[in-house]
C-alpha cells in the first residue's frame, strides 16, 4: 500500500535575526524582524526550510515564531488582507519561503 502523501501547506512565521556580514540590513541596524511565508508539509518543515534560505542568504536567524495557516490565523481572529493571500498563494505554488516584510531594529532595545 502506497503511503499517503502530506498535503503542502503554507504557514506565517516571524524571525528574529540579528548581524552578519553581508546580510543586506542597515548599517546603523541591531538586527531585523521578518514575516515570512513558507510552506510544507507541516509548520517544523516550513521553520526548518526559512532557517536554511535565511542561512543561504547571510542572515543569523536567532528565533522563530509560528503563526499557523491561513485557516488557523481566522480562527485566531486574525485579519488577512487580499495581498497576504497572495502572498500565501505564490510561496503555495512555488513551493517557497517569501519574505513579505523586513523591519530593520536600531538601537541596544533598551529604554
Known sequence: MAKEKKRQ????LVVE???????????DATGAGLM???SGVDESEAVRETVAVLK??????????GYGTLD??????HEVGDEEIALMDRAAAENAVIVAQMTPYFGDGEG
Open 9 to 12: 501547506q503554507v504557514y506565517t
Open 17 to 27: 535575526v540579528g548581524r552578519k556580514p553581508g546580510d543586506g540590513l542597515p548599517k
Open 72 to 77: 488557523e490565523r481566522r480562527e485566531m481572529g
Open 36 to 38: 515570512v511565508y513558507a
Open 56 to 65: 543561504q542568504a547571510d542572515m543569523a536567524p536567532l528565533d522563530v515564531q
